[in-house]
Structures are given as C-alpha cells and as structure tokens.
C-alpha cells in the first residue's frame, strides 16, 4: 500500500504508516485496519468530514495510522529519501522494488488502491512518480510476472502504467485470490 496510497512518516526514531480512502472505499479502509490494529493505538478508523459542495457535512473519506514501530523502518528505507535540494523527506521509486519485494498479494493491494478497470484494460494510477520511476515499475512489472505493461501519459502531465486487454486478464488471474469483495469489480472476469 506504500507504493499506493499509503504513507509513512518519522515522528520519532522509528516509521509510522497512514491509511486513507474515499468513503466509497470503506470496506477496503476497515480490512486494511483490521490486518493493522495490533499496531494502533486507535479502536477504529477516524472519519474526514466534507466541508464544501454538494455533500458538505457528509462523510469524505476514512483514515487511521499506525504507531512508530522498528518494524515499518524497512518500508521507509525502501521508499523515502531525504532531498537535499527540498530539505524534505520524498517517496521515490528504486531498482529492484519490484523484482525483490513484489508477491501476487502485493500486486493485488496495489491495484484495489490504485488501479481502475476501463472496458477490458486495466491503469494504474502512479501520477506520483517521475517518469523515469514509472519506467523502472513496468519493466520490473514486466519481468517478474511476465506482462508488457508500458507507461502512458495521462492528462499531459503525468505517467500512468498501462496494462493491454491479454495482461489484464492475466493480472486478474493472478490477484483474484488476494482481493476482498468489496474490489471485484477492478478485476477482469471473462465471461
């Protein structure tokens, strides 16, 4: 989920992980707290209230995080890096994240947070990386499950991965197994 819509932070010696998702997301938020609870202060996730437009009042989306543990330091090294140019810490795409750390079950978390199924092709949506991190993930993607992803430009400005309409079925089969009810409907079933 690190390399979706998580993210950690370094509050204190040690890693700490945040989880959010869009109200439409709720049952996918409360597995992914329930397979995190032992490492949470919190009894339940936390709620984000629409403050503007047409569900004003309602609810946004829902969030927890974990506390700092010596046990998600790994994660962060894996993603995070200082920039001394920002004077910030920035999550970043490396060789061999793929290829070294990616199981069927992984692909699957990334693709309930961040893909989306269009006709019979499936995107993944990593607007967030350069393109050259882009470019790392689908050869990796490639290599390691045998797909021929390739990345595509989205709105003009970002880099998207995208799968053809054979590595989509391809992925479905492979996660199937791994996704939760509620996130079916980003799998390709053929009739």
Known sequence: MILSDACMYKVSNHALIKFEQGYIQKEFLFHLFFLFKDYCFMVEPGKRIQLYGERKGLIKSFWFKTFSHIYFDSLWELFYKYSSTNKTTIKFIKKGLISNHFTERGL??????DGS????????HTQSYLEEENLILSKELNDKFGFETKIVPHKNKYWVISFSN???ILLSKLIKPYIIPS????LFISP
């Open 183 to 186: 996130m079916i409907y980003k």
């Open 108 to 113: 699957a978390y990334w693709v309930m947070g």
């Open 166 to 168: 054979k590595d989509t």
């Open 117 to 124: 199924l269009n006709n019979k092709s499936m995107i993944l």
